[in-house]
């Protein structure tokens, strides 16, 4: 993730909308990963004046995203900071696959972001058998916040 940071910051795509964009910031990080393969990374910002989102996928090349509208109850959107992070992305995989060593992911939803002030790994994992998994990680840390489970199966459609 910091590599493709890296990229991003560089990217002369990236220069030019953050000079016309020059009060927008970092909001969260996003990974999708369906299977074995991913979506790359994306890098979210706040823009404050327009109170939308701007997302900058990093896959193959830097591509920015439309900006979206906001759906948060909240008027602030908090900022994050890469170097505030002590726990690591690998650090996190290797905490979520040690505690979930005998399920099989179909989809893994991987978000850095700050809630509640906190800066914490928000991760999401379904498993073949329609499993949900949502497992909240200090991103300071590494400690545990919030762990929950259920099913998918018990939102299917009502007739």
């Not at 890296?6 to 964009?21: A, M, V």
């Not at 906001?70 to 959107?77: L, Q, T, V």
């Not at 690591?88 to 700050?114: A, G, P």
């Not at 497992?135 to 300071?140: C, D, M, P, R």
Request: aromatic share 12%; charged share 30%; with cysteine.
């Amino acid at each position: 993730m910091i590599e493709e940071y890296k990229i991003l910051t560089k990217d002369k795509k990236f220069l030019l909308w953050k000079k016309k964009n020059n009060d927008s910031y970092l909001c969260s990080v996003f990974l999708l990963k369906d299977e074995e393969k991913s979506t790359g990374w994306q890098f979210d910002y706040y823009l404050p004046k327009k109170h939308k989102i701007a997302s900058f996928l990093i896959h193959d090349e830097v591509k920015l995203m439309n900006e979206d509208n906001i759906f948060s109850k909240s008027d602030k959107i908090d900022e994050i900071e890469l170097n505030e992070v002590k726990f690591k992305f690998d650090d996190v995989v290797k905490l979520v696959l040690s505690k979930h060593k005998n399920q099989r992911f179909t989809k893994e939803i991987i978000i850095l972001q700050s809630l509640d002030s906190k800066l914490l790994w928000n991760i999401s994992l379904v498993t073949s058998e329609f499993n949900l998994f949502n497992i909240k990680v200090s991103a300071i840390n590494g400690k545990i916040l919030e762990e929950t489970s259920s099913s998918l199966l018990q939102f299917g459609t009502r007739q």
